[in-house]
Nanobody
């Protein structure tokens, strides 16, 4: 079992930045690939970014590529999402998730992930 807790969300103006954190506890964090997803009101949960278990590979949705950066610190059992140049359309609840599939390959589906955090709200005002 892995427990995930996100933090760092909030209200920011368009063009601003936020850094989300996801702290993991439980089973060995470094053995899981980690993903970030988001869900806006009335929309399905969508893939944002992913990092493999070692941090060697990262993947991004086209909508955030060049603006968001995913990273991890296995010594701290934490994964991060640095979000720059935020846009109003980035407004959503952001979730981190752990996957035994996403360890070394791209895994953009919610069904690829075994454990989920409770989410953190990000609101970008125009």
């Amino acid at each position: 079992q892995v427990q995930l807790v996100e933090s760092g969300g909030g209200l920011v103006q368009a063009g601003g930045s936020l850094r989300l954190s996801c702290a993991a506890s439980g089973r060995t964090f470094s053995s899981y690939g980690m993903g970030w997803f988001r869900q806006a009101p009335g929309k399905e949960r969508e893939f944002v970014a992913q990092i493999t278990y070692s941090g060697a590979r990262t993947y991004y949705a086209d909508s955030v590529k060049g603006r968001f950066t995913v990273s991890r610190d296995n010594a701290k059992n934490t994964v991060y999402l640095q979000m720059n140049s935020l846009k109003p359309e980035d407004t959503a609840i952001y979730y981190c998730a752990a996957s035994s599939i996403a360890t070394t390959r791209w895994a953009p589906r919610t069904s690829d992930y075994d454990y989920w955090g409770q989410g953190t709200q990000v609101t970008v005002s125009s």
